[in-house]
């Protein structure tokens, strides 16, 4: 998302590019009404450009120093008041040269700039009051159409997103149609901030990252389990559907990179490493190698479809300022896979993809949405490669009884894709997974299989990953339990709690008990009271307690507290540990022991 807004940033011409929906339109005019108040203020502040972003808005202002959180309120005092006056936005026109000299007349000279690279006799202005700004539009008919809206924060921007021009300081904000929905989304900000993923990957001692590695995680024991249970999770479906597993070298000459065309147009992104006098990457993706697996052998009809999977460590030089905890990072592991298959098996293999996808998501409680993106003007293969790959996507998606969007011309050079978006609990979209079908790749690495006439033919290459990468899942799964995992993936299951250490031999025969049936369990005999023990364990998100005193221990039984903060009562142990192992091994999203 941050990239689209920056592109559209470096792209901008001082012509709004926004969409023109209601609250798009709404949020632009509240950024209007935004600048007007920081020049009522501030006369000597200088605008730039304020667009319509999802979620709100912004507006970059030239001036010497940021604005403080006691200028923000001000400003949005002064913004009520602007609302209130219920002044109309008015439309006019003015040949370019004017333009130019009316703004350099009144000090705006990012906008003289702006104007100047734009190459049209006129330009259209909006005023609201006093405040006039260069503007392509539309706006809401008058500021009172402006109800609900909030300045959220501010920082600093470079001047068109380029670390060589002047600082700007940029103030964020949000508009809606209704008090109730701003109301919503300021309770899902909070909610956002509570559950930020680098705050309870620290909390949870999940992961950590230290600077000496921008943008790779330190994987600390807790969270090498949510690790390791993906990875169990993706292995036993990826088995079923009978994928052969392979590992590919991390770090590579760039022969290889220049075979797979990688070196002419990715150069920039890879990590480069000399090794005695040649150069070598650290590979971004792992297609050109399983492409290399894929040719070592001759491969007949009957051989496809072949299904490489690749737990694959790669790398890509993202800029540090882009570096964000887990979801934006240099170092990762993508749950990829390569489908190399004949063209009468690409329908197949998509549905069963797609079937796959499906059932995946579904064990974590998230919805996945689906978007179909096809062949763009400037592409590589025939009309008719292009009709078969297409079809058989949309075919894919209807036979899974899917709904999806249409993404027309914004397919890949190589080929059409699905583009896989999830909602977490919070309702926000990440996009996470890919399905590509490549009809490059064959081409370029020369791949072939003897069909049944005897004639070498070239395979379909689909690329795929559905955790997308297990850094960015694992960011994204903390935020959607807020670091309450379901009991399969929490890093401990139960802890055992005596309610004093009279009852260590019991709380350690039910410890061992727990360990015996392969449970992750702690058994805290701290010399602590009970209700601290307990709410330590809360804090730890940890699935159940099982707190034991004379009565638990006469009756061979533990009293169940389940994190939610409920206590179940008495639980017979032997239930206990078959109904904890049972939820364990169903993969269940939700807490279902002693509530049978
Ligand atoms: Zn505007
Ligand atoms: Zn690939």
Redesign the pocket.
């Known amino acids: 998302m941050a990239d689209a807004v920056e592109d559209r940033h470096l792209k901008l011409t001082g012509e709004f590019d926004c969409d023109a929906t209601p609250l798009a339109t709404l949020r632009h005019s509240t950024s209007h009404v935004m600048a007007q108040a920081v020049k009522r203020l501030w006369p000597d502040t200088k605008v730039t450009i304020g667009p319509s972003i999802d979620d709100g808005f912004y507006y970059d202002f030239a001036r010497a120093q940021p604005f403080t959180p006691e200028e923000l309120e001000r400003i949005e005092g002064v913004m009520r008041e602007i609302v209130k006056a219920d002044t109309p936005f008015e439309r006019s026109e003015m040949p370019r040269a004017d333009a130019i000299k009316f703004f350099r007349d009144r000090g705006e000279t990012y906008k003289v700039e702006i104007i100047e690279g734009i190459d049209a006799p006129t330009v259209s202005l909006y005023a609201q009051g006093d405040f006039i700004d260069l503007c392509r539009g539309p706006h809401v008919a008058s500021t009172g159409a402006i109800k609900a809206f909030k300045l959220l924060s501010s920082s600093g921007a470079y001047w068109r997103g380029d670390e060589k021009n002047p600082m700007l300081w940029r103030i964020y904000g949000t508009a809606w149609l209704s008090q109730e929905d701003l109301d919503q989304y300021l309770w899902r900000l909070e909610e956002a901030k509570k559950r930020d993923h680098r705050k309870l990957g620290r909390e949870l001692d999940l992961f950590d990252f230290y600077d000496v590695a921008p943008g790779a995680p330190f994987w600390l024991p807790n969270g090498m389990i949510l690790v390791r249970e993906l990875e169990k999770f993706a292995r036993e479906r990826l088995d079923a559907q009978d994928y052969k597993e392979i590992s590919t070298p991390m770090l590579v000459n760039k022969r290889l990179w220049e075979e797979s065309g990688h070196w002419e147009y990715y150069q920039d992104n890879m990590f480069q490493v000399e090794v005695e006098g040649e150069i070598f990457s650290l590979k971004p993706?792992?297609?050109p190698e399983?492409a290399y697996v894929y040719r070592r052998a001759l491969r007949s009809y009957r051989d496809l479809p072949l299904r490489l999977s690749e737990m694959g460590r790669d790398h890509r030089n993202e800029r540090s300022g882009t570096l964000t905890g887990l979801v934006r990072v240099r170092q990762f592991t993508q749950d990829?896979a390569?489908l190399f298959c004949r063209p009468d098996q690409l329908q197949d293999e998509l549905t069963l993809l797609l079937d796959l996808v499906r059932d995946w998501y579904k064990a974590f409680d998230l919805q996945p949405s689906y978007k179909l993106s096809t062949r763009p003007d400037k592409r590589m293969g025939t009309d008719a490669q292009w009709d078969d790959a297409e079809n058989a996507l949309h075919e894919s998606l209807r036979s899974n009884g899917l709904q999806y969007a249409l993404n027309p011309g914004d397919g890949a050079f190589y080929g059409p894709k699905i583009d896989i978006d999830v909602s977490d609990a919070l309702g926000r979209a990440w996009q996470i997974a890919t399905i590509?079908v490549?009809l490059n790749?064959p081409e370029r690495f020369k791949l072939e299989y003897i069909d049944a006439d005897g004639q070498p033919k070239r395979p379909i290459?689909i690329?795929r990953a559905i955790f997308g990468s297990y850094e960015r899942f694992i960011g994204i799964l903390t935020e959607h339990y807020a670091g309450a995992f379901p009991t399969w993936l929490a890093p401990v299951q139960a802890r055992v709690l005596p309610i004093s250490e009279k009852f260590m031999d019991y709380a350690k025969v039910v410890y061992d008990r727990l360990r015996a049936a392969r449970v992750r369990a702690e058994l805290d005999d701290r010399n602590e009271k009970l209700g601290y023990r307990i709410r330590d364990a809360q804090m730890r998100k940890v699935p159940y307690m099982l707190v034991v005193g004379a009565r638990e221990r006469e009756a061979n039984t533990v009293s169940l507290r389940p994190r939610t903060g409920e206590d179940l009562g008495a639980v017979a142990l032997d239930r206990v540990v078959a109904d904890l192992t049972g939820e364990i091994a169903a993969r269940s999203a939700t807490l279902t022991e002693g509530r049978a």
């Open positions: 993706m792992n297609c399983a990829d390569h590509q490549d790749n290459v690329h």
